[in-house]
């Protein structure tokens, strides 16, 4: 029977890519982001290939985020995969000069997103007792660098988190994990980097991973027989060996 996802943070980079990937296999989509435009021009490409909806609303807002899952239409109301991408990093700066807006970001949008929209998901996951969710961590969800500080924290909550879903969602045949990748060439930067031209060198003098390459590990992780979850993925470019050994050229 052809499945149903809802992906945070379709409008660019690794959410976009799965979306793509998914509608290449014939997965409905609910697509979920700030930027409405794109959503919508997203939606009619994607509807060359498969059903899709639109959700616009911010992962920080708890009463937009129960509002937006709680009123989908009949035929999209069963979610089968959830996939919690929605995040950036805002600011790299030491603790003792960083910013707490971007504290409160990183925390808002990257943790307690993350739980809003399961929160609104699960639900049903369990009454079925089916469904699977993949949440996107981080290599600085694994491994803390210099100045990642708040960023680094939010990730690693989302590996504890993860962990904490399968053990408790467990009882109900549901599958979760995470999948962590390394530099992910998307508009990561430019949002961390406000914009600033640092944004641009981030990702020069090497093959950094695309965004397709982490949606290829996600649709494998979905798409293995249903007694087998894969649970926690590392990905890295081949230039990069940790989060602060990157070989580049010159
Ligand atoms: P992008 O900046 O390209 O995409 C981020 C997505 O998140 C956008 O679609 C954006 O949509 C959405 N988003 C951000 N804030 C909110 C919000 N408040 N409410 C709803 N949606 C929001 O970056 P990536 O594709 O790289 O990032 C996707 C995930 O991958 C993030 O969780 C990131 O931490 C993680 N990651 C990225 C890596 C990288 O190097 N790029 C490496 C490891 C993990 P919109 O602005 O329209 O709301
Ligand atoms: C994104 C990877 O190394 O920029 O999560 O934090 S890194």
New binding site residues.
Partial sequence: MTKTALI?????????ATAYEFAKHNIRLII????LE??KTLKNDLEKQTDVHILN????DRQATFNAITTLPEDFKTIDILIN?????HGLDPIQEGNIDDWD?MM???VK?LLYVSKAVIPQMTERKSGHIIN?????GKEVYPKGNV?CGS?HAVVAITEGMRIDLNPYGIRVGAI????????????RFKGDKIADTVYTGFK??Q?ED?ADVIYFAISRPPHVNIADVLMFCTAQANSTIVKKEN
Avoid at 136 to 140: P, R, T, V
């Fill in positions: 945070t943070g379709a409008t660019s980079g690794i959410g976009e979920c982001g700030r930027r794109r959503l609303f911010d992962v920080r991408n929605a995040g950036n990093a970001a808002d949008i990257n997103g996107i961590g981080s290599s600085a960023y990730k962590n990748p390394g530099l992910v060439e998307t508009e990561f930067s430019k949002v950094a991973l965004a982490v």
